[in-house]
């Protein structure tokens, strides 16, 4: 009888913590029904983690600051931990990995479930249909209506389908009723047969983990007097995919996401620890040690132009690598007498 009341205590307790986990951020936990622990330990300290907030920053003990923009190529071995595991469709049925998953298998999920907000990278108000190329200015948010998210919300699916789909041609097709034949209904007055209007559809292709390569980032490193440090702050990021059908291809950005929003999803899902498996961190702890590479491609200057307008190949780099210096040199030059 003890036995028994131990067991059934037990089984409760598990199933509790699993339905805590998963309603706090939805991921994979190792805690299964039925009270089975894949593992030693119940894995709750990410899930259950609270955000570290930013320390507040007057603008008064700002001395100096500078705006940069990076990229993070995923194909590089210390990003991987971004980039996999990778996810895929079975039938149309979403299959994610059932320990941990990629940044973009996270922001994707939230994305579809209205916990996001995305930001345009182009003007959608543009009475010509070409649009001003500024998404990393969050002007444009794309949000479903309270309450409701990409299933449930059909003009925030129509919207945001092209950011998270590869869309093909369109066609128009008829409306088919239950067994697959033309739908047909009778006018009200005449009894004649009235075939309904043909709706348009669309092929969409979704966009796998596998087909983002890399991460842009819009930072602000600035020197704070109140602490004494130099400390930088993330406030964008945007995935990018390889577009091939463009001439020559092109790498395309599919929207971005402000970053302090972000940090409230991040910060309750596992990052890949290559070192030791009991110390695997949240991709919020990741970003803020900075444990990834970037380049950067671009700083605030009076042209308002990217490197790669005045600089190529090798030379580009050598100058994203002088940039990068000069943040060095400016933090090395306060302490030294």
């Given at each position: 009888?003890?036995?028994?009341?131990?067991?059934?205590?037990?089984?409760?307790?598990?199933?509790?913590?699993?339905?805590?986990?998963?309603?706090?951020?939805?991921?994979?936990?190792?805690?299964?029904?039925?009270?089975?622990?894949?593992?030693?330990?119940?894995?709750?300290?990410?899930?259950?983690?609270?955000?570290?907030?930013?320390?507040?920053?007057?603008?008064?003990?700002?001395?100096?600051?500078?705006?940069?923009?990076?990229?993070?190529?995923?194909?590089?071995?210390?990003?991987?931990?971004?980039?996999?595991?990778?996810?895929?469709?079975?039938?149309?049925?979403?299959?994610?990995?059932?320990?941990?998953?990629?940044?973009?298998?996270?922001?994707?999920?939230?994305?579809?479930?209205?916990?996001l907000t995305v930001f345009e990278p182009k003007n959608p108000y543009d009475v010509f249909g070409l649009g001003v190329w500024d998404g990393d200015q969050f002007k444009?948010?794309?949000?479903?209506?309270?309450?409701?998210?990409?299933?449930?919300?059909?003009?925030?699916?129509?919207?945001?389908?092209?950011?998270?789909?590869?869309?093909?041609?369109?066609?128009?097709?008829?409306?088919?009723?239950?067994?697959?034949?033309?739908?047909?209904?009778?006018?009200?007055?005449?009894?004649?047969?009235?075939s309904p209007a043909p709706i348009f559809v669309q092929d969409k292709s979704p966009i796998l983990s596998e087909h983002i390569v890399q991460y842009r980032l819009k930072?602000?490193?600035?020197?704070?007097?109140?602490?004494?440090?130099?400390?930088?702050?993330?406030?964008?990021?945007?995935?990018?995919?390889?577009?091939?059908?463009?001439?020559?291809?092109?790498?395309?950005?599919l929207f971005w996401l402000y970053f302090p929003h972000c940090r409230f999803v991040f910060n309750n899902y596992f990052a890949y620890n290559d070192q030791n498996d009991?110390?695997?961190?949240?991709?919020?702890?990741?970003?803020?040690?900075?444990?990834?590479?970037?380049?950067?491609?671009?700083?605030?200057?009076?042209?308002?132009?990217?490197?790669?307008?005045?600089?190529?190949?090798?030379?580009?780099?050598?100058?994203?690598?002088?940039?990068?210096?000069?943040?060095?040199?400016?933090?090395?030059?306060?302490?030294?007498?």
């Amino acid at each position: 009888m003890k036995y028994f009341l131990i067991l059934a205590v037990s089984i409760s307790f598990f199933g509790n913590v699993n339905a805590q986990l998963e309603e706090i951020n939805g991921g994979p936990v190792n805690v299964q029904p039925g009270g089975v622990v894949d593992g030693v330990y119940i894995q709750e300290h990410i899930p259950t983690k609270k955000m570290i907030p930013y320390e507040h920053v007057r603008e008064a003990d700002v001395v100096w600051s500078k705006r940069v923009w990076s990229f993070i190529d995923l194909r590089e071995k210390i990003n991987h931990p971004l980039y996999y595991p990778f996810d895929f469709y079975v039938d149309s049925n979403w299959v994610k990995n059932s320990s941990r998953w990629s940044l973009w298998t996270v922001i994707k999920h939230h994305v579809l479930n209205g916990d996001l907000t995305v930001f345009e990278p182009k003007n959608p108000y543009d009475v010509f249909g070409l649009g001003v190329w500024d998404g990393d200015q969050f002007k444009y948010p794309l949000v479903p209506q309270p309450g409701l998210n990409y299933y449930s919300d059909n003009n925030y699916r129509s919207s945001i389908d092209g950011y998270l789909n590869v869309l093909g041609e369109g066609r128009y097709e008829s409306v088919k009723n239950s067994i697959g034949e033309d739908s047909v209904t009778y006018d009200p007055f005449t009894g004649e047969e009235v075939s309904p209007a043909p709706i348009f559809v669309q092929d969409k292709s979704p966009i796998l983990s596998e087909h983002i390569v890399q991460y842009r980032l819009k930072e602000d490193w600035f020197f704070d007097k109140e602490r004494s440090v130099l400390d930088v702050r993330i406030l964008g990021i945007a995935p990018v995919i390889y577009d091939a059908t463009k001439e020559g291809g092109k790498y395309k950005e599919l929207f971005w996401l402000y970053f302090p929003h972000c940090r409230f999803v991040f910060n309750n899902y596992f990052a890949y620890n290559d070192q030791n498996d009991a110390q695997w961190m949240s991709f919020d702890d990741l970003f803020w040690k900075r444990r990834f590479s970037s380049v950067m491609y671009k700083e605030s200057n009076v042209y308002d132009r990217k490197i790669d307008t005045y600089k190529a190949g090798v030379d580009a780099l050598f100058e994203a690598e002088k940039i990068k210096e000069e943040i060095r040199t400016l933090e090395h030059d306060v302490w030294s007498f």
